[in-house]
């Protein structure tokens, strides 16, 4: 059976507090580019210590491989 990714958006991620949740990630991802750790298409993920994605204090955050960041629950 196919994703209904449909369903997903307004079921899951199109939810505020979801919304929010992306774009602190992005805010993170921004934030590592600047202080130059991080570039674009270099197959690494943002990671957040304590699990929070609006915790973006630089302590929180460290690049990790996207497999390894992926792989964490």
Known sequence: MARDYKKEYRDYHG?????????????????????G?????????????????NNNRRSNLTTTSKSYNRSKK
């Open 15 to 35: 939810k505020p507090e979801q919304k929010k949740n992306r774009a602190a990630r992005g805010r993170a991802r921004y934030q590592m580019e600047k202080d």
């Open 37 to 53: 750790r991080v570039k674009k298409g270099d197959g690494k993920d943002v990671h957040h210590r304590d699990g929070n994605p």
